[in-house]
């Protein structure tokens, strides 16, 4: 998804910039543009492709010394990836850089285009531009034509702009996507994120919704609704590690690596005395509740579904799954006896934060479940339990996957321990069970060379069913997404049961499926599901403790005797398969194409 990057001060703002774009680049995008205000005039150079096209584009240009850039990796929503299209977008006298989608900037277009404004591209972002310098003819200064612009503005944007009108300063707005203020002394940065202030600035300021104004170096001007705000800083959390692969060949390999020691920060200071203890729940959270809704999008929305199973088996309360794209158009019928729980790892999707704002505006308690505190889901929700994955920067989530569905276990368990839904001596096996999960989540080296052998013989053919039943029909589906993400090939998971009811039809030998065969769950049903695949000559790969003679390719996972356990060891397994079908395939695993790693848009 889109990126943003600002910078007012002395230092050598096209590195500067150009480092800062490298840190959200993991976010995915198609082209980007930076442009640097010095004396009152603006270079500007834009590039389709990966940031090394801008690098060389700029190799020759530096910019020393006191003044002002702006830079963006564009992910294309209106018009093509084309360098045209590419921000920074311009007028006569200023430039402007834009993540999110003006919803009416058709109508401005035909407005400005009646007035003689020929436009370039084919963005909603360059209407913005135009307008403001269309604002500028009839107002007392640039900062009343910024206003102006920004109030004419409908729908989802971080916006920084700068014109010569106003050599010294940067104009920015906020609505619907991230935007951050970091300072020194003598220095202001900008980001759409954290990543590129993280060793620049120790404090940030996150802006809120509606909010926009003007800044220079000495001073920060701030609005809401016409009214001047003060900003507020907060500390700005310095741990760079993240950044490095620490000799794993992708950042998506290191995180399913690390998914071990991420869940022991997920479980930390959250069991004491045999018991789970959130301490971010408000005591009274659940009085009155009688139904659970969860919304998500993609794998938190696999999360979810697992969720769905263990809150009414266990907590022994309704609970609803729903995609939140679909959940925002339905007319949902919410009563206030319904938790709204949303999930996201980074807590800037766009379909899920507009879920959570229906669910607000009808009065219903929320929660979120996310991993980036401070996103815009954790401040909108009235609570928010935080994952602690650390920062996940392959696209294709996977340690995100893995504290989204422990933290759910906990919360499933908080809810039986409050309901009073289970008996002492099923609470202390949950507990027990889930104090061990990080042991289980150590990735088996034997394992992981056994897959990248087999990888090989599943590079062809016309497709991959994953099928799997209760919680491993869910992590069937993250199979299938996970390796349709990385590799390209054609992947879709099922319920094993649902098999004979239609996809059936499309098995024959170059059809492979992989199924998720658990020995602590609806172990027979599965393995029959699996047998009907088999006398159709499907090609089979077995996920399961116990041997299976009718399959393909096996591997075999340890004996357990709860469900959860054989969730954790399958989902390593799940994900490494599609690591390495797609390094066979040669594909950029970490920014797998079309692809954005926060989608901020609709
Ligand atoms: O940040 P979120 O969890 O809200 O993101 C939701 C989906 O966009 C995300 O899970 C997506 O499906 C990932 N690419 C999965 O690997």
Redesign the pocket.
Known sequence: MCGIVGYIGKKEKKKLILEGLGELEYRGYDSAGIAVMKDGKIDAFKATGKLSNLKEKTKNFTSNGEGIAIGHTRWATHGKPTEINAHPHFGKHSYIVHNGIIENYREIKEMLTKKGVVFLSQTDTEVVVYLFEHNLENSKNAFEAFEKTVISLKGAYAILLITTIEPNSIFFAKNAAPLIIGKNSDEVFFGSSDAPLIGHVKEVCYLEDGQYGILDKNEIKLYLNAKKVLPIFKDLPQDRSFAQKEGFRFFMEKEIYEQSSVLGETLMGRIKDNEISLEEIDEHLLDGINAVKIC??????HAGLTAGYLFERFAKIRTDVVIASEFRYKDPLLTKDTLFIV???????AD?LEALKIAKNAGLKTLAIC?VDNSSIVRLADTTILTRAGIEKG????K??ATQVATLWLLSIFIAQKRKTADKKSLKLEIDTLLKIPTSLHVDNAVHEKIKRLSKRYLHGHGFFFIGRDIFYPLALEGA??LK?ISYLHAEGYPAGEMKHGPIALVDSKLFTVALLPKTMLYDKTKSNIEELSARDATILVISPEQFELADDFIKTKNSSHAMNEFFEMMIILQLLALEIAVRLGNDVDMPRN?A???TVE
Not at 296 to 301: I, L, Q
Not at 343 to 349: D, K, L, N, P, Y
Not at 395 to 398: E, L
């Open positions: 998500a999008c993609g794998t938190s929305y999930i996201s790892q980074s807590g800037e999707t899920t991993n696209v294709a989530s996977t995100a996957f997404l996970k993400e692809l790693k926060s989608v």
